[in-house]
């Protein structure tokens, strides 16, 4: 009788063992990035894809990649899921990082680098043109963030010795970046 037992629990122990086994295998396939979209226009590669940011009407998605062999900031639309032309965005011997969207993704403000020098960056989608905001900042920059209606950026500067922040207005004759009918509010002076 003990010779049965005994079996009988070192079936039971085996047998829970291999359905642990099963288990866990089921449980790593199902967790397998194969089942992700991989490809030249799809949100995710094999390579890195980080630092994401996300417009604040939530369809469009800016983050860096190293998919062309040379870090990059991409544009994704989450609605057509799709990546968008941004020409004149990334410039040779410049490493973008950092963006950060305005509500529909109008303006995108990034960190970069201006003659080995850091800077703030700012790409226009309407008119695709890229323009540096703090060409004359001595310190270092990092972590831009615009605003909805872009037309507030902030970011972290040293130039005072210490990490600050920095709030740049782009100015009252920028063109807003808000919903169609949402009403203007102008800050008091």
């Known amino acids: 009788m003990n010779k049965f037992i005994r079996l009988w629990l070192q079936f039971k122990f085996h047998w829970s063992l291999y359905i642990s086994l099963v288990s866990l295998v089921s449980l790593l396939v199902s967790c397998s990035y194969n089942d992700t979209p991989i490809g030249s ?12 940011a996300l417009s604040g ?27 968008i032309p941004t020409p004149r965005l990334n410039r040779r011997n410049a490493i973008a990082e950092s963006p950060s969207l305005s509500y529909s993704g109008r303006y995108i403000v990034y960190s970069t680098n201006d003659r ?18 703090t060409p004359t900042y ?13 037309r507030y ?18 100015g009252a004759n920028v063109e807003l970046d808000i919903p169609n009918g949402a009403p203007v509010s102008v800050p008091s002076q």
């Open 41 to 52: 226009n799809s949100l995710n590669t094999r390579n890195t894809e980080e630092q994401p």
């Open 116 to 133: 080995g020098r850091p800077v703030v960056g700012l790409y226009d989608r309407a008119v695709g043109q890229s323009q540096i905001l």
């Open 138 to 150: 001595n310190g270092s920059i990092r972590n831009p963030s615009i605003s909805p209606d872009g």
């Open 57 to 83: 009407n939530g369809r469009f998605l800016a983050y860096v990649s190293n998919r062309s062999s040379t870090q990059q900031l991409l544009l994704y639309d989450l609605e057509q899921q799709q990546l």
């Open 153 to 170: 950026v902030v970011f972290e500067t040293t130039i005072r010795g210490q990490w600050d922040i920095e709030v740049l207005d782009r």
